[in-house]
């Protein structure tokens, strides 16, 4: 393998997505139950709300790909864009944990409107940190390598406000315990304050790690700057044939990361406390980086398809598995992290193995094509990443509101968390399974990958 990048730059890119990774992570884990405990908001209606507001904000992400083909700075044409991006982005992030004297229907059209422009804001930023792992490194194998030590902490960043708030909270007076709670008793919720505290927190460090990929990365894959229509970027995808396997298997796994929504809920009802959640997150994001390093010697040997499938199906069994025994054999809550490790085994599918096969089809579409075009491809997946995540969201948050959730309740029955762990762990196991359908006819893997970059090394020589 020959190596183009320094490791500053694996570094910068790496902990670029680290800091971009904590801010998305921190509301998809918190905002529901922000709304939920300080504003009291019905949690399915704030489900839904997030389930809109992504729909909506999804036709940005096609904006964001057609404005990153008309690009010509000297700087590339994606790097700028994660410069626009960060201002707006640690605004709004704050801007959403702002606790704010309003009820009813006042309080549904705050919430969209703040979320709106978030979503927004993280768009910006979303696509072109995204698109760039194409642009790296010319050396698919490399590349391969970069996204998968990217995606590790990128996946540890998604996790981190599971660390950071606790933290905050032993420092922030008023509010939650955190530890010394007594046996058979609920912490006190995480207070206004708290939440603010993390919020302004996670915004300035992340937007600060994420500048580091404007500053610290190259893009070494030639470009020629393209003027398209919106009709004409469509149907470049539409002609993509692999590309839209990938994105239909997406959809299909909507509610694979459905538990990420509802791990808040999760650990006050199954544990006890919201700061429990520490337990529960990194128990799953442990065995999610030991995935995600072993999947490119996975793609190595077997080629991305076979690695998926396999991968994909895993997680189908272990998740069932995981609420069959907490529900008939031991609730033991050493046993159910246990599972919820081996549950972790399987992310490097959800979360690796989609850029991966969309950078791919990057390749394929210049193969076939000669003309390079990221920004319209990762938009498209960005788009359904995000849609993805709402719609899991929405069914966690359903759910756990039909459980009879009460964030404040003295005790918790058994029904509860029963329906509360089956959409924490057997309903992305489930959707897991869903997704390989598509992927059994997605034949860039293997000879013909090989073939397609020895085919572009080749044209780009010459």
């Not at 990958?449 to 010459?462: D, T």
């Amino acid at each position: 393998m020959k190596k183009v990048m320094s490791f500053k730059e694996i570094a910068g890119y790496s902990l670029g997505l680290f800091g971009f990774q904590a801010i998305v992570g921190f509301l998809n884990s918190y905002q529901a139950e922000f709304y939920h405990a300080q504003m009291a908001a019905n949690l399915a209606v704030v489900g839904i709300l997030i389930l809109v507001v992504k729909v909506v904000s999804a036709v940005f992400d096609p904006v964001v790909g057609n404005l990153i083909e008309r690009g010509k700075s000297a700087k590339g044409k994606l790097r700028p864009f994660i410069l626009y991006s960060l201002a707006p982005l640690l605004v709004m992030t704050v801007v959403v944990f702002l606790r704010v004297p309003l009820t009813g229907t006042a309080l549904y059209a705050y919430i969209f409107v703040t979320f709106l422009l978030w979503s927004m804001a993280m768009t910006l930023g979303d696509v072109p940190s995204q698109a760039i792992a194409s642009v790296l490194t010319p050396e698919p194998t490399e590349r391969t390598n970069v996204i998968s030590i990217a995606n590790t902490f990128k996946q540890v960043g998604f996790s981190a406000a599971a660390v950071l708030v606790p933290v905050v909270c032993l420092i922030v007076p008023g509010g939650s315990k955190v530890f010394g709670i007594p046996k058979g008793e609920k912490d006190a919720p995480i207070s206004s304050s708290e939440y603010l505290a993390v919020a302004v927190l996670v915004a300035m460090l992340g937007c600060l790690l994420f500048s580091l990929i404007y500053f610290w990365n190259q893009e070494r894959v030639a470009y020629a700057s393209e003027k398209m229509t919106f009709r004409e970027m469509f149907a470049s995808l539409r002609e993509n044939k692999p590309l839209i396997l990938v994105i239909v298997s997406y959809f299909l796994g909507a509610g694979r990361q459905m538990a990420m929504a509802i791990q808040v809920q999760a650990s006050n009802a199954l544990l006890g406390s919201e700061n429990y959640v520490l337990a529960l997150g990194l128990t799953t994001a442990v065995g999610s980086m030991i995935s995600m390093a072993l999947t490119p010697m996975l793609i190595k040997k077997l080629g991305e398809k076979i690695t998926y499938i396999a991968l994909s199906l895993y997680g189908f069994v272990v998740s069932v598995a995981a609420y069959l025994v907490y529900v008939f054999v031991t609730d033991h809550m050493v046993v159910m992290l246990i599972f919820l490790f081996l549950v972790g085994l399987q992310f490097g599918a959800v979360t690796l193995m989609p850029m991966i096969m969309v950078t791919d089809c990057v390749d394929y579409e210049e193969y076939r094509t000669g003309k390079r075009r990221e920004g319209p491809a990762f938009s498209v997946l960005t788009l359904t990443i995000k849609v993805c995540l709402a719609v899991g969201a929405a069914l966690g948050l359903i759910l756990v509101q039909a459980s009879g959730y009460q964030a404040e309740a003295a005790a918790v029955t058994a029904h509860t968390k029963n329906v509360i762990y089956f959409a924490y762990v057997a309903m992305p196991g489930i959707f897991s399974l869903l997704s390989v359908f598509p992927i059994l006819k997605y034949d860039i893997s293997g000879e013909k990958k090989r073939q397609i970059a020895e085919a572009l090394a080749q044209r780009r020589g010459s």
